[in-house]
């Protein structure tokens, strides 16, 4: 019998239940506005946003401007903090999320995206403003009146339709660079086998460049981030650190962690194929059995000291756009005295986007590719002041702007790896990014 994909959503919880508005407070409701277009009607009055769409639609929100800008080992006071300036109950105000980080990777080599010195650094803060969706409605939550006051006379303004949809009419062809050519990548995944083959690693995930530009008209980063929140099952993300000029934008089935009420939760994803792969076509390859073996283990491995009772679930195949995963989920419950941050720490980077031995592999990668992988594959979500965390990884993204996208894209080397193959894996899932800086839903 053939066993297609499953399409439960493990890592799904019951959707959180936002703190309801209360006349006169620091909440208010907007009837039929979804957080994401409502960010793109006040997009000029913050440098700096996050828009997040996770739990199968069930978690939506955009956080707005940056209240206070933290380093990693202060995001949970600040986070506590910022929840105690609401007008709500404490239980109610430290369940929003509040702790937003992208914690991008930065050394002394080239920026990946080329897209600006900010992408290379890890970025913590408390937003000014939150956005929540609640049924057909958004939730504000703003603690300064007078921005309070602000948003809400542009925000009733405001009709629920799409933001800006020209992408798609004004950019219909898209000119295609590879900055990495198939005689490098071929030498890169030559020498992780080397190092493999070496007894040095025993997985290492190495990554390549595409830069998209517009044949005539312009990409439109909101239509592109649009896109992205629709994709279901998975994360739809979307950062701006310019007024939305440019924006990072993907929409990933990787989590890498998500804590609910002392709850863990991650998966183990590694082991690609066609969209409509059975779990018996990826049985058949030892090579993807292994790599998926490694990463499942691996990640045990790190969660033992931090989390008691971990539980895997069955072995099944995750469907994601154009491509489809090997995953097992697993589960635990949250040692006592256990920081959330700490298992965030210690996760990244796991062996599905970093390599094993963890230290080996980001020693190996530092020499193998000429460049900082900035936010690709990098932790990004939310911590809330009672410790409940969702964070994902940056991967099936790609950074808009009017005139250029640019999109990375890895694949996981083991024993047993052929370079062509690797290579026509990563177009598979270049294929995603594609969809979306046309405007086009990813993944469709």
Not at 132 to 148: E, H, K, Q, T, V
Request: some cysteine; proline content about 6%; hydrophobic content about 40%.
């Amino acid at each position: 019998m053939t066993t297609r994909p499953n399409k439960a959503e493990y890592l799904e919880a019951p959707s959180l239940h936002w703190p309801p508005p209360r006349t006169g407070s620091t909440v208010l409701r907007l009837e039929g506005l979804d957080p994401w277009h409502a960010a793109a009607r006040v997009g000029d009055l913050f440098d700096r946003r996050l828009l997040w769409a996770g739990d199968g639609g069930r978690t939506r929100f955009s956080a707005l401007g940056e209240r206070c800008r933290v380093s990693f080992d202060e995001l949970r006071n600040a986070t506590a903090t910022a929840a105690e300036e609401f007008e709500l109950p404490a239980a109610a105000a430290r369940q929003l999320p509040l702790g937003l980080f992208v914690l991008g990777e930065t050394d002394e080599r080239p920026a990946a995206f080329e897209c600006g010195e900010g992408e290379t650094r890890p970025h913590c803060w408390t937003p000014q403003a939150l956005l929540i969706a609640d049924g057909n409605s958004s939730l504000l939550y703003c603690a300064d009146p007078s921005l309070r006051r602000n948003l809400l006379q542009r925000l009733e303004a405001a009709t629920p339709s799409s933001p800006s949809r020209v992408a798609a009419s004004c950019a219909p062809e898209i000119h295609e660079t590879p900055l990495d050519s198939q005689d490098t990548w071929a030498n890169r995944v030559d020498r992780a086998l080397v190092e493999i083959r070496q007894g040095n690693l025993e997985k290492l995930v190495v990554s390549r460049r595409l830069v998209f530009q517009p044949s005539g008209g312009l990409f439109s980063p909101w239509e592109s981030t649009w896109q992205a929140s629709r994709a279901s099952g998975r994360i739809g993300f979307s950062i701006s650190l310019d007024r939305g000029k440019s924006m990072f934008v993907g929409a990933t089935p990787e989590t890498l962690l998500k804590i609910q009420d002392g709850s863990v939760r991650t998966h183990a994803l590694a082991g690609t194929r066609e969209r409509d792969a059975s779990l018996e076509d990826f049985l058949v390859s030892s090579k993807l059995a292994r790599e998926h073996t490694l990463v499942s283990d691996g990640l045990v491995a790190r969660l033992g000291p931090l989390v008691s009772n971990i539980r895997p679930g069955p072995l099944r195949v995750r469907r994601s756009g154009l491509v489809s995963h090997l995953e097992t989920p697993l589960s635990g419950d949250l040692r006592e005295g256990v920081d959330p941050l700490q298992i965030l720490a210690d996760l990244h980077p796991t062996a599905a986007i970093g390599g094993l031995p963890q230290r080996a592999a980001q020693a190996a990668l530092r020499d193998i590719e000429p460049y900082s992988r900035g936010w690709f594959a990098a932790p990004f979500g939310w911590l809330a002041a009672n410790g409940n965390l969702h964070a994902g990884i940056a991967i099936r993204s790609v950074w808009v702007s009017g005139e250029r996208a640019v999109a990375l894209a890895g694949a996981g080397i083991v024993e047993g790896s052929v370079a062509a193959e690797e290579w026509a894996e990563t177009e598979s899932k270049f294929d995603n990014m594609r969809a979306v800086v046309r405007g086009h839903r990813f993944g469709a």
